[in-house]
């Protein structure tokens, strides 16, 4: 019993230090029922039921910790005839119920029975009803404690008491106090009963016990749980015990309770972050939050992660609800991506899903009757050349279009005597560079011109003009990746978002926040107003810019008015400044959606007249205090 008192003593001492953390457990109170099965060196006893009420007390983070009681009863099974002890009622002692003694030869086990260990068949014969009652103090640990489900694991320690009773009355029995021979691991033993007197007793007694099991809790609705789960006591049974249960060590028991929470710190949307702690108290169930308790969307495609069953989908495509791209066209390249949304399914495409135009001539693919014609040479809507004058040579790269009928032609389409091989106009004689393209200009030493350097010669060139430095395509125009109007490779920042302001080496031209910093903007309202006019919105003009420049920011609206009172219609309307700051802001954040800005990105605060910046004393120290503050807080 010391050991008993020490542990408790220990547990106590910890809850009362660990109650300093805060704990975002509750309050709960439960019962349940189930059934239970012991296991002896002689199983007799039918699978009983059992019945518990329970209270728990989160202690620290997913740790409770309880105290439980119940009572559960069962009945000798069918795999026995006899009882093994002798029996009677204490309120009727001539009723001494039937038991068996070795000696006289015969098991009390039914003939041919084995020793069933699991039965669920009471034998009726026989009077005897085990009934016991465990009290025990006990640890709970859920492992998911915002979630639906709850898998769970429990251990304890307490009291189990006993007693034996006649199942037709309730009367408790009482059992010989008398030597007890039986056969133990193939040794006849004989166990003597303290006190031994061969006197009647009262049949029961309590057992120290251990206790363990795990489950899982449900939560159909908020602060209720149903769960399912198992559990085994492992008893310390006394030499009483001992002799008259039978050698009973442990028993295992399966049960289903209803629990009901109370108190405890609220998370309205199950996130995990403490409502007083959420800064996004709407989350949708099951998506993954930060330290704030606001969303994560970690491929930017408006669908939170946890719930988006596409977590990767590339910048820029179009989602469906559960956060998977889609692809109206079926050509593997997603909506919002795909630069030719309405290809005919089945038609071959590029990476910006428009069809391929693989011979250059203008035509796509799947429209290209002819689909290997000679680059330069002109075709008619169907993809196949023009040779007007029948030479054999494609108009567009004869360069000698209008030769008469009959008379034979180089490969450039003009009469063979003028032999020129790359149909540049120079006769292989004199020309320097002999395998120039077909259709680039060329100098007067038959090397083609490239006048803006971008390795696509004059002539094929179709954007002659390209400025130094940047990539171009096929046809020599400029590409520029992300719309800004600065070409890549003079592009610094190639990934600058829409709609950005940049400068002249592509880089956004609004000032990135650190987080913490802050900009200051005047921005125009109408007397005790706050819609956003058109000059607020040209005020508004940086800070959208930096929004749009930097789609990572989170920014919190900060509104902030000089020290002149409402009064009038002004004061009905609004109350006090800081209400004024605060519509303001939300007016600024509802502007700034309405801009394109995700929502989830922005957080307002009013503080009145409680933050100047200049004196209140001069007019335009007053307007330097009306004024909108973005400070980047993620």
């Known amino acids: 019993m010391k050991i008993i008192k020490y542990v408790i003593i220990l547990i106590l001492l910890f809850s009362m230090l660990a109650t300093a953390e805060e704990s975002e457990q509750k309050f709960s109170v439960s019962i349940g029922s189930g059934l239970f099965g012991q296991a002896a060196e002689w199983s007799y006893r039918a699978i009983g039921n059992s019945f518990f009420a329970q209270a728990k007390y989160g202690v620290v983070g997913d740790l409770e910790l309880g105290f439980a009681g119940g009572f559960g009863y069962s009945y000798p099974a069918t795999n026995i005839a006899e009882y093994p002890y002798p029996t009677r009622d204490s309120e009727d002692p001539s ?30 014969d026989l009077r005897q009803k085990l009934v016991v009652k465990p009290f025990e103090l006990f640890f709970h640990f859920r492992s998911l404690s915002q979630s639906i489900v709850n898998p769970y694991a429990t251990g304890g320690f307490g009291l189990t008491y006993w007693k034996m009773v006649d199942k037709d009355d309730g009367n408790l029995l009482e059992v010989r106090d008398a030597e007890v021979e039986r056969w133990s691991g193939g040794v006849l033993d004989t166990i003597q009963v303290p006190g031994y007197s061969n006197e009647w007793v009262e049949y029961k007694g309590k057992m120290f016990h251990i206790m363990g099991g795990f489950g899982v809790e449900f939560f159909p609705i908020e602060n209720v749980g149903i769960d399912l789960g198992l559990r085994g006591r492992y008893l310390f049974g006394d030499d009483v015990s001992n002799a008259y249960l039978d050698s009973i060590e442990f028993y295992g028991e399966a049960f289903t ?37 606001c969303p994560l969307d970690s491929d930017n495609d408006g669908v939170f992660d946890g719930i988006d069953q596409c977590p990767n989908t590339r910048l820029r495509a179009i989602v469906d609800a559960i ?12 909506d919002g991506i795909d630069q030719c949304p309405k290809t005919p399914i089945g038609v071959k495409v590029d990476t910006l899903g428009c069809p391929l135009e693989s011979d250059g001539d203008g035509v796509v693919d799947f429209k290209d009757l002819c689909p290997n014609t000679p680059i330069g040479a002109i075709v008619d809507s169907s993809g196949c050349p023009f040779d007007t004058d029948d030479d054999g040579v494609y108009d567009g790269i004869d360069l000698c279009p209008n030769t008469q009928p009959g008379i034979e032609v180089n490969d450039l389409g003009c009469p063979k005597e003028k032999m020129d091989s790359d149909g540049d106009g120079i006769a292989d004689e004199f020309d320097k560079c002999p395998h120039t393209p077909r259709g680039a200009l060329v100098d007067s030493s038959g090397c083609p011109l490239d006048s ?28 520029d990746t992300d719309g800004d109007m600065v070409y890549d490779g003079i592009d610094e920042c190639p990934n600058t978002p829409k709609g950005v302001e940049v400068d002249e080496v592509g880089c956004p031209k609004a000032k990135k926040l ?7 903007v005047k921005v125009y309202f109408e007397s005790c107003k706050w819609n956003i006019t058109k000059k607020a919105a040209e005020d508004l003009h940086e800070a959208l810019q930096i ?17 002149r009172t409402p009064t009038g219609e002004c004061k009905r309307l609004v109350g006090d400044n ?35 910046v200049d004196t209140n004393n001069s007019s335009d120290g007053r307007a330097n205090n009306r004024r909108i503050e973005f400070r980047r807080i993620e």
Not at 261 to 289: H, L, N, S, W
Not at 547 to 563: F, Q, S, V, W
Request: aromatic share 10%.
């Open 323 to 334: 956060g998977c791209p889609l692809d109206t066209d079926e050509d593997a390249v997603y």
């Open 578 to 612: 800081t209400e004024l700051s605060i519509r303001r802001a939300l007016s600024v954040k509802e502007w700034l959606i309405d801009q394109g800005i995700a929502g989830m990105r922005l957080e307002t605060i009013g503080y009145g007249e409680t933050r100047p």
């Open 95 to 124: 009723q001494v119920f039937d038991y068996w003694d070795w000696r006289h030869g015969s098991p009390y086990r039914e003939p041919g029975n084995k020793g069933v260990k699991i039965s669920f068949d009471e034998n009726t």
């Open 257 to 293: 309770r209803i629990t009901f929470y109370y108190g405890g710190i609220k998370d309205t949307d199950r996130d995990g972050v403490p409502d007083k702690r959420d800064e996004c108290p709407d989350t949708p169930f099951g998506a993954i939050v930060d330290e704030f308790g």
């Open 514 to 520: 650190e987080k913490g910093e802050s900009i200051r």
């Open 547 to 563: 929004l749009k420049a930097y789609p990572e920011m989170r920014i919190l609206i900060e509104g902030h008015t000089d020290n």
């Open 452 to 479: 803006d350097n971008d390795n696509v010669y004059n002539g094929l060139d179709k954007c002659p003009k390209t400025p130094e430095k940047a990539l171009v395509d096929s046809f020599g125009c400029p590409l």
